[in-house]
């Protein structure tokens, strides 16, 4: 409307005036009369030290409540990125590692290592043997998406998958079947990175453990907490229609975000096989009791003469 011959700049700013303190109003009028993205601020606003915050330590032992261990990896020109996350009842999260793989992608040692890596296992003090990752999705969208192919090729009987991020508002996470219309000839799917992101915003906006709830460790430094929460979600009309998009407005690093959607990707993914997080909970051991912060051996029962 800025540029329009048929409204002026003083109608404007009257209808501005009007607006104040309406934010649907407000929105529409940033929208339509300046043609710029409107960043809802009315809700609360996630900062990476309002996360950091709450990190916590739970010892070399995985939680009590996980039940499933997914990665995320993410491919860069000079490294690998990786993160895995436990998952326990109602989608509670703890993320349990972030590493970084030094080296160019095309060499080979390079994925070696990140293969070493996913075969690791982590002790848990209610399940017996050790977990080990369950599915694993790994970004193909970069500019080392031959080397990814390659390494996921006979490791579809691992649940390592080669994903794409689809951008687009309503697109599901997890599609139905994947695509093999790719020079690797690989099962490619496209995760719906919106809604995975939509989730994840909203999640760090809980403050109690409980279903969805991220838990995050004491040495997880600041920059990741600030990658995390790198973008923001705003409105904007195309058409004369509202579209909720995700924005990244000071183009600052958002590796550990990207991350942990493949993270969760991977948990639809393994849901999408029929892995129930709720079963899985159920079956694990009941927590040992514990006095002094040490658990308390079992009492076996007395011998009947």
Known sequence: ALCSPFETW???????????????AIQAWTNLKLGEPFEDVAGETITADGVAARAETWGDCLPAGAVLLTAGVDVQDDRLEVEVVAWGMGEESWSILHHVIPGDPS????????????????PHARAVPDMAI?????????????????FVRDKQARRVWAVKGHNVPGKQIWPRTPSRKNKGRVPLYLVGVHAAKEVIFARLKIKEP?????HFPMDRPVQYFEQLTAEKMV?????????????????????????RVYAYAALHGSVALGFDLEKAAAALAPVPPRVNDRPVAAVPPPVRR
């Open 10 to 24: 003083g109608d404007m700013a009257v209808q501005h005036g009007h607006a104040k303190g309406d934010p649907a």
């Open 107 to 122: 060499d080979r040692a390079v994925w070696l290592a990140l293969d070493e890596l996913l075969q690791r296992t982590w």
């Open 134 to 150: 369950s599915a694993v999705c790994i970004d193909t969208g970069g500019h080392h998406t031959q080397a990814a192919y390659t």
């Open 210 to 214: 409980g279903p969805g709830f991220m």
């Open 235 to 259: 409105t904007k009309w195309e058409r004369g229609r509202p579209r909720r998009i995700f924005v990244n407005p000071n183009k600052a690093r958002n590796e550990a975000l990207d991350l």
